[in-house]
């Protein structure tokens, strides 16, 4: 069955070279009870880890039914000890967050991809313990705890089992049940390979060997062996070679409840390295929020002074001698002109003149300074500006110089004390207008009041209120966006032209004003500081990633030992490396979600204490919650990597 030949092991302590088996040779039968005695340091466990396939020799040949087992990988390896081998360990190494049913059921998640419980169940049942299927192994004494190893050695109905010390650390009475327990098994035809000091122990088994000094200096059989056990065939070290690149979608399932057992033990340093992730999502959802918050006001604004709009104005010059002309001295525009531009360039939908100036604005007893603009009819719907209340007034109150004024929401609640103005009649430089109608309210910011003002027909402006026989600005409307440009160039062509503005005066003659331009303008600002903010925010992020990082690898060198027991009863590279990583997504993912919770409920009261504007998108949110569990993954590659790479043996031995 086994065939240990020539096999030597070395390890080196600082300047020193330990022998710890030389040249070992060693035939092992189905069937057989051997017992492995010998001083401390004789190398009887390193011999034991060497046939357990959880240590290799430095030198010699190991062969299974003369197959040699140095041609299997580590994951070949692991799923030879699992469908091969069980273990009893003298320290019995049981999970302490699993029961004793789940301790029993481990090696069953790496052979079947679940901890299928209720084929442990009758395995407590036969050494003695069913009744201590729910308890954790701080609740059992020494020899409950070594049943249970035992048990767990026997999930997978293995050929062998390799016991170590397994009576070392109990009373007479549990080393009598534990022996007989050992006993029975072999009856039942499994080989077992125990280690031991004691040799009253020792003489019980059927097969004894002596070791000194990292040799077998004797190897007596004491009884014959029972030879039940057949010996693995041909097909099973297929299945076995096989084994090892399975991959089942349990395995995914059951480490996710491992790890969150795992997190659950450790509530306060689970919560501290969420709270990075947390902090770094809610900051990158809040700081988006608020830019396109910011944003998009922005833009609302700019669209409530139109869409496709160019704005017209006279503009500045040299004059004689090269001194700067006073702004539209010569060139100011005209009610024609703006005719002129409606008519003669045919990608133009409408020209609204219009005039502005300042205005002492009285009603009954109360006084106010604000904006009043003389406007043609279509600047309400150029503008948006439509009344919310009442109506804009006419081409024929136009023509005829009405008094007749359309208010702003801050005059309507400042002057007119939020009652209905309609028919009420006020006065704008001592000169009295009727209020016909209420303009829609569009919002304040830092630098004006956008509902802070007055609209009235352009000609009383120019002729009742303003004493002008020009206006101020044309208001342009394009019939297609893509067109603003060229109307741009043909309007101060056309301007030049009719105010026959000399060759070297026309720089700077006439300003034409894009919105469009302007809104472009503002959104990319606003979405270079969303991005920055983003990416400060994002820093703590990265903060939090490395939380995560220093945590597992901190649960990695506690977890250790539970490491190389894992990866004795089967468990692969990939399986250690999954748990691992599961635990580290998990946090980052948990955390994420409660930074998406905290973030909305941010931003929710910023907008009602502050009064800013916030916009939380889908997109914003997903890409926060998708890069804390990328940080997860990163952040947790490299502690989960190097937990997979550790060697059972030196796992096991870790203190």
């Known amino acids: ?53 959880l240590d290799i020799p430095d030198q010699g040949s190991y062969k299974i039914n003369g197959k040699e087992l140095a041609d299997l990988s580590e994951d070949e390896l692991a799923v030879f000890r699992r469908e091969v081998m069980g273990f009893v360990f003298q320290q019995f190494n049981l999970l302490p967050r699993m029961s004793a049913l789940e301790n029993v059921a481990l090696p069953l998640l790496y052979s079947q991809g679940k901890l299928q419980v209720e084929l442990a169940l009758p395995l407590l049942e036969r050494v003695g313990l069913k009744d201590r299927a729910g308890h954790h192994p701080n609740e059992m004494s020494g020899g409950q705890q070594q049943r249970v190893a035992i048990a767990r050695a026997l999930v997978n109905q293995p050929m062998m089992i390799l016991a170590d010390e397994p009576t070392g650390n109990l009373d007479s009475k549990s080393e009598v049940e534990i022996m007989g327990i050992l006993k029975q098994l072999n009856d039942a ?46 097909g099973e070290m297929g299945k076995v070679q096989n084994g090892a690149a399975r991959f089942q979608i349990g395995h995914v399932i059951q480490h996710f409840h491992q790890g969150v057992k795992t997190l659950a033990a450790n509530k306060i340093r689970t919560g501290l390295s969420m709270l990075g992730i947390l902090i770094g999502v809610a900051a990158v959802v809040t700081m988006v929020a608020l830019g396109r918050g910011a944003q998009k006001a922005i833009e609302d604004q700019l669209s409530s002074l139109g869409t496709n709009l160019l704005v017209l104005r006279p503009g500045a010059f040299r004059g004689a001698g090269g001194a700067l002309a006073q702004i539209g001295e010569t060139t100011r525009l005209t009610m024609a002109d703006a005719e002129a531009i409606k008519e003669q360039i045919p990608a133009v939908k409408e020209a609204a003149p219009g005039v502005t100036g300042r205005g002492q604005l009285t009603y009954l007893d109360k006084n106010w300074n604000t904006s009043v603009i003389g406007v043609s009819p279509s600047y309400g719907r150029m503008h948006a500006d439509t009344p919310i209340v009442g109506r804009f007034f006419s081409d024929d109150e136009n023509k005829r110089r009405l008094r007749v004024a359309i208010v702003g929401t801050t005059i309507v609640r400042e002057v007119l004390g939020g009652k209905n103005p309609l028919g009420e009649t006020i006065k704008i430089n001592k000169v009295n207008f009727q209020v016909i109608g209420i303009l829609p309210e569009k919002g304040a910011n830092a630098f004006q009041d956008q509902d802070d003002r007055i609209l009235i027909p352009v000609t009383t402006a120019m002729r009742r209120l303003y004493g002008k026989n020009y206006i101020d600005m044309i208001d342009i409307e394009s019939n297609l966006p893509e067109e603003t440009a060229a109307i741009s160039t043909q309007t101060v062509d056309l301007m030049l032209s009719r105010h026959r503005v000399p060759l070297s005066q026309r720089q700077d003659a006439f300003m034409v004003r894009n919105m469009a331009d302007i809104q472009a303008a503002f959104s990319a600002s606003t979405q270079i500081m969303t991005l920055l903010l983003a990416v400060i925010a994002t820093i703590s992020l990265l903060v939090g990633g490395i939380g995560i990082m220093n945590i597992m690898l901190v649960s990695v060198s506690e977890r250790t030992r539970e490491i190389g027991l894992r990866k004795a009863v089967g468990a692969r590279r990939g399986d250690i490396l999954s748990q691992f990583l599961i635990e580290s997504m998990v946090i980052s993912a948990v955390g994420g979600i409660l930074g998406v919770f905290f973030a909305w409920a941010s931003t929710i009261l910023l907008s009602m204490v502050a009064g800013w504007a916030t916009s939380i998108t889908l997109s914003s949110v997903l890409l926060s919650f998708f890069f804390s569990a990328a940080v997860g993954i990163i952040f947790g590659l490299y502690p989960a990597r190097k937990a997979s790479l550790l060697s059972p043996i030196e796992a096991l031995r870790y203190e």
């Open 1 to 53: 069955m086994l065939e240990l030949t020539g096999a030597s092991k070395k390890y080196q302590m600082g300047d020193n070279t330990i022998h710890a088996l030389r040249g070992v040779s060693l035939k092992i039968e189905p069937g057989d009870f051997i017992a492995i005695m010998g001083p401390s340091g004789s190398g009887k466990s390193t011999l034991l880890h060497i046939i357990g396939l």
């Open 189 to 234: 035809g499994i080989t077992i390979i125990m280690v031991t000091h004691e040799d009253e122990i020792g003489k019980q088994a059927k097969r004894l060997i002596r070791m000194r000094d990292g040799q077998i200096i004797s190897d007596e059989r004491v009884m014959e062996k029972i030879p039940l056990n057949p010996p693995l065939n041909k």
